[in-house]
């Protein structure tokens, strides 16, 4: 027999449910009760989701972020939320964004706003999590409650439940030591709790608990590699079978380590470390169960069965009633079920997989193994028809993309002059004053925004129409940043429903899904596009939209464009070739676009390169190959202009202290970052490293609800500038304002201008 199981299911809801439901009881829509109730009936339906598998991931479900989640497990809250009314999941929302719902609010200025959690990306997905905050004197209590009561939910409805939690080391990794100690030497006050855990997950009937440790796939070094060994001899209590799981890379020079630690079993990602299943199987005890990781779970292509069968047979022989089949990692970060897609073109929909598929082809691969191919005849030859289709479909294939790729030259990345040159010219040009002011792009998507947009989908109302009705927003995003006073204006991207999605819906080689929606942080879900085939550009995409906004202003109009290493990144990608010439096609698309925004007279183009770090290989001696093909790609896009054109970028929610050179070599003329959560502490590289060009490092942060102050806000602009000359530094919001309201926006970005003016006062 073999065991199959999975690490973990979406949460949202096949119709974004659990999105809804947030929304609705931040806003004092919802009650408490009924939160927690749609919450209980998604685990229901996703458990049985999961009903034909021999285990079945329990604490998986979030309302906000499994990290949050595991903080709160191990009694570990920022200090500025302690002493505050409500219960629990007040300070829980407060943690995630800043504030809990409006009907908590009633408790007066005690218990209003806070400094919501810093966010950053869960590994290099697309995914953020809430960042554990440590300092010297950090103590942790168990409140096992939440999964405890998840578990005994599953027990009632005849779930053969896994618990599931983050694990120690990956928990201290995760987290940011706010006075810089060490996070490592917190391990002995950490791992009884972590027993104690464990206990109660067992007096509760737990048998396996999954023990998530990803950080296993980075490089570790030596303290923190005898920090492993260390803690699960402290763990392996006999009180529950630990099921240790890596996923989303390679174990290298710790497969040693994984293999002699004391636990029942290992899962590991066989679609990225395929060729270290038989060395992990040769040094691991002779009783370990060996899970694989044997189907995508970050891409929705199907899965070659009947090439997985080819090298599973053989460690199936072997391993017997020791292996386990699951997908490569949590199914967090696929959509939750394709029979949703009753739109989507037929030949490619018959190519793709979502969670609920996947879990499908799991299921196969174990009856192929335990009763023969023949047991599945049907299903591999479906399965081989499909893949054919797509290696053959000339839908994939253009050769007109790939001669123009074949001829990209060095020359294309390059700016005409270096920046200094370039800088002169603009700023003639521009007259823009001391600390200019803009935004990151998008503003409100407003209840008559989606209407519209679903209006115009449906059919109900014609082009014209949709057009006309794009083109009053745009007006009056113009209209109200010329009252604020900002500087720089942007025309507010009422026309595009994600950044990325609206890009590919103009590009040839994309196809859109209508429920393919994953989580993203919160409540915010993204709908990857599906980039299938060779990419091309038939028409301009954004230049009649822009040149409208800028014939309503005699201010400076910017361009707003994605790059191609975010829309790389943010979709779900091809695999039947390198990313780097997938991403080379993107990149000759949107250069085309700087190009015709150029044409019409727009002097300042930002082109997003929010998702550049998040595709960097989780082990930092892969990172050269990964950054000289997207640095490449996005200097393809950017510097096909001339010198007195602005090029912006901007990247949000990432450290990227370490790849700081990198980004330098970009050459974009201004980069515009997020860092008000983190209180500017990454600007702290700048003060090692001579950065050559401009930066904006965001002020407003625009994932929480919080209206900053202007005090607030010149504060964070000082700290810049004990770092950054002042003459280079913007003022701008962290991201762009689509998921805000305009009665927040409006006085945030009053409150931005006037820290703004104030500063040139100073200065002057």
Known sequence: MVTTHNLGFPRIGARRELKFGLESYWKGGATRAQLQQLGAGLRARHWRDQAALDLVPVGDFSFYDQVLDMSFTLGHLPARVSGFHGDMLDNYFRIARGRSAVGAEEHGSCCGGVAA??????????????????????????????????????????????????????????????????????????????????????????????????????????????????????????????????????????????????????????????????????????????????????????????????????????????????????????????????????????????????????????????????????????????????????????????????????????????????????????????????????????????????????????????????????AHSVREQEKLGLDVLVHGEAERNDMVEYFGEQLYGYAFSQAGWVQSYGSRCVKPPILFGDISRPKPMTVEWISYAAALTDKPMKGMLTGPVTILNWSFVRDDQPRSLTCSQLALAIRAEVQDLEGIGVRIIQIDEAALREGLPLRKSQWQDYLAWAVESFRITANGVRDETQIHTHMCYSEFNDIISEIAEMDADVITIETSRSDMELLDVFETFNYPNQIGPGVYDIHSPNIPDEAHIVALMQKAAERIPPERLWVNPDCGLKTRQWHEVIPALANLVSAARFLRAKAT
């Open 117 to 474: 959690g810093e966010m950053t990306k869960w590994f290099d997905t697309n995914y953020h999590y809430i960042v554990p905050e440590f300092d010297v004197g950090t103590q942790f209590k168990l409140d096992a409650s939440r999964l405890l009561a998840q578990l005994a939910e599953a027990r009632v409805q005849g779930v053969a439940a896994k618990p599931v939690i983050i694990g120690p080391l990956t928990y201290l990794a995760l987290g940011k030591a706010k006075d810089g100690s060490d996070k490592l030497a917190l391990l002995p006050r950490l791992l009884p709790v972590y027993a104690a855990l464990l206990a109660a997950l067992a007096t509760e009937g737990a048998d396996w608990v999954q023990i998530d440790e990803p950080i296993l796939v980075t490089e570790l070094d030596a303290a923190w590699q005898e920090a492993f060994t260390h803690a699960y001899q402290g763990l392996n209590t006999g009180a529950v079978k630990l099921l240790l799981a890596t996923y989303f890379g390679q174990l290298q020079e710790n497969l040693q380590l994984v293999a002699a630690l004391p636990v029942q079993g290992v899962h590991l990602d066989a679609i990225n470390a395929r060729h270290e299943v038989e060395a992990l199987i040769q040094a691991s005890p002779a009783e370990r169960v060996i899970s694989l990781g044997v189907v995508n779970g970050r891409n929705i292509w199907k899965s070659n069965l009947e090439a997985t069968l080819d090298w599973l047979e053989p460690v199936a022989q072997k391993l017997g009633e020791r292996l386990w089949l699951a997908p490569s990692c949590a199914l967090l970060h696929v959509p939750v079920d394709l029979e949703s897609e009753t739109k989507l073109d037929t030949e490619i929909r018959s190519w793709l997989a979502f969670a609920v598929q996947k879990l499908g082809e799991i299921s196969v691969l174990a009856k192929a193994l335990t009763q023969g191919r023949a047991a599945v005849a049907p299903e591999l030859a479906a399965n081989r028809a499909a893949l054919a289709a797509r290696r053959t479909s000339a839908r994939v294939n253009n050769p007109a993309v790939q001669a123009a790729v074949a001829a990209i030259t060095p020359a294309l990345g390059r700016r005409q002059n270096p920046f200094a040159v370039r800088a002169a010219k603009q700023a003639a040009i521009l007259n823009l004053p001391r600390f200019p002011t803009t935004t990151i792009g998008s503003f409100p998507q407003t209840r008559e925004i989606r209407l519209a947009r679903s209006a115009f989908k449906a059919g109900t109302i014609n082009e014209t129409a949709y057009r006309e009705a794009m083109w009053r927003e745009i």
